[in-house]
């Protein structure tokens, strides 16, 4: 299998413009390497080092554009499917939303040195229905820092880089995918020890109901997300609200001679 150095060597600027463009769509593929690999031949000359920016900046504009349209179109919904893959779905939305409303400009200018988050903010932007032309501006600092530092690093480190990928060649490609076997086997084996060590006897409404009519000390935790919350007309008598983002501030203070019963959608 061809590595990261035969690529770059291979096809040049095509493959700067596509491993950019693939890891800002939401693949796991890291382009930062491949432009680090850039920044390293265009030290010797192999090609123009404002141009390899250029192109990289340009692959993650395309692919941050798609998202923004993606999110303005499908709504909320984009952003549930991203954070799928989080351990908590749930948290993961809600800290994202609060994260961009706090600091917008912030999260967009330094997203994609954050895996995982630069893939959610372009949606996000659309969502909240950001200025096209701002998220563009802000989204084009942001690209052309992150493709600027690796590709300086390259071009300050280029004989050491080069070298360095020559001597791993023909395993760069392996490694990459072990690396991403066993990430995804990691996040799949800890999502079911947390299941099996955290899970709890589920509870239908009626019981619960009767037994706090009977007086048992039982706690109920609303745990739905902002959206369900706020649609909804009612909640459970005595139940306290705790947003899925903050439940980690609150459960270290809550009882431990009652019962808790969590309300979640």
Known sequence: MDDFASLVARYGLAAVFLFTFLENVG?????????????????????????????????????????????????KRVLDHLCRISFNPDACLERAVDGFHRRASATILFAKFLPGVNTIIPPLA????????????????????????????GFAFGEEVAKAARGVQGMLGWLLLAGLAATVAWRIAYRFW??????????????????????????VLDLRRDDDYTAADRMVAGAVRVRPASFHRHAHHL?????LVFYCT
Request: aromatic share 10%; hydrophobic share 55%.
């Open 126 to 153: 659309g969502v909240s229905a950001m200025p096209f032309l701002l998220f563009l501006l802000l989204d084009f600092a942001g690209a052309l820092l992150w493709a600027g530092a690796a590709v300086a690093l």
């Open 27 to 75: 693949l796991p593929i890291p382009a930062f390497p491949v432009l680090m690999l850039a920044g390293a031949y265009a030290s010797t000359r192999h090609t123009s080092m404002p141009l390899v920016v250029g192109v990289a900046v340009v692959g993650g504009l395309l692919a941050d554009g798609i998202w923004y349209f993606v999110g303005r179109w499908r709504g």
């Open 194 to 219: 947390l299941v099996k060590r955290y899970s709890a006897r589920r509870l239908e409404p009626e019981e619960v109901h009767r037994r706090m009519r009977e007086g048992e000390e039982i706690l």
């Open 255 to 259: 009882p431990r001679d009652r019962e």
